[in-house]
């Protein structure tokens, strides 16, 4: 099939590069001329597991064509996909610049029947205001369908979530899109839901929210655990047993971040309000997170007696491992409450300390995991990069002014840290 997608940030690449991967021509826009330079020449603007192997092998055997027009990209392609970024604007609803624009460029390219793909996370009701554009413009109904198709992956395991999705989401108002969709996304697998345009893009925000929600209460719970003397790691182990309620997204940590959950629990409650609802189960899910890593940073604060003067050792940057994204990073909210409370930073992460530096150049980064110790008060896990996990506690003792450590990953051994004489503090345990 003759596929062009519009955006090549991480929906839009990562999908473009699987369906070229499954024997599709396929045509990624961006008008971004770096990055366009580095995708011609195989390199993925973001790091991505797989990604950049898959993104050669597709440029070599010419399935996959970088380009910069809309235009032409919609000529030659039965489906356009439009996967540009929606992010959260002023009041928190999606800012829709971008989709707006782009649906305008693809309605004045139109000229024969063209199914257009909001993959972008929109509110509900974007479908209709596409639909009116590029009705405005003097395409003939019977020229073009616009159909909702939301994506699920996850940064860090983007390429496995395209090929192995749970489900597929189709909203649709017309059979003939629908077949088109079905078939496209037939190799994939996964359960197919074909719906109304409506109730797809709200499923987008409806699974957010969940995932954000099922995180949220299960770090509520962490500080009942932490005032109880209760571990959230067992309570959430038997509590995600039942698979009614299921074990994923119940680990509790210092909150959830990164591009997606803030945006859209944000858009959740901002949406809602537009129609008329106060959406008063998000809102609380926003605050424990919020709340979730002042209280940590509080706890650190608490047995240092203060953090003015003080030396942190800050393991991990990224909002979460496997990405270099530190887009609503809980670190970075760290690394501000540390120097607003006089205390000073020291960061390490694999990938993701360049994308820090941009922001924050002045606080100290080291060359290794164990070089974020060096002379600190104590260390704290801020992500759980698999590769932090069989470090060896005594390095860091021997590093340290103090052996204290937050793990706000709950990810290492308690009794690993606590023998080389460490005193171990972790989310959701005494
Ligand atoms: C999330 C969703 O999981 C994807 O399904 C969705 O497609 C994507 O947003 C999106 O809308 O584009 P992502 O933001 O890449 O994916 O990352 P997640 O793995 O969901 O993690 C989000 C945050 O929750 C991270 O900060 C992570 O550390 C935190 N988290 C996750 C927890 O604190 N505990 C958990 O049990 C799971």
Redesign the pocket.
Known sequence: MKVAVIGTG??GLVSGVVFADLGNEVICVDRDPEKLAKLRAGIPPIYEPGLEEVLKRVLANGNLVISDSVREATKSSEIVFIAVGTPAAHDGTPDLTAVTAVAHEIAAAIDKPTIVVNKS?VPVGTGEMVEQIIRTVGVPDANFSVVSNP????????LK?TLHPDRVVIGVSDSAAADKMVELHKPLGGEVIVTDVKSAELI?YA??SF??M??SF??ALSRICEMSGANVGDVARGLGTDHRIGK??????????????PK?VQGMIAISELLGYDFQLMKAVWDINRQQTLHFLRRVEQRLGSLAGKRVGLLGLA??PN?D?IRD??SVVIIEEIARKGGKVRAYDPIAMDNVKRIHPNIEYADTAYAAADDADVLILA??WEEFRDLDPAQFKARMRQPIVFDG?RFWDRQCFVAAGFDYHTVGAI
């Open positions: 991480y929906v996370t994506e699920f992956l996850r940064e860090g395991s983007a979530d987008k699974s957010n995932l954000a099922k995180i299960v770090n994923q997204f119940l680990q509790a940590g210092i909150g959830w971040g990164g591009s997606c959950f859209d909002f979460k990405t994204d990073a809980k992500t759980e990953r």
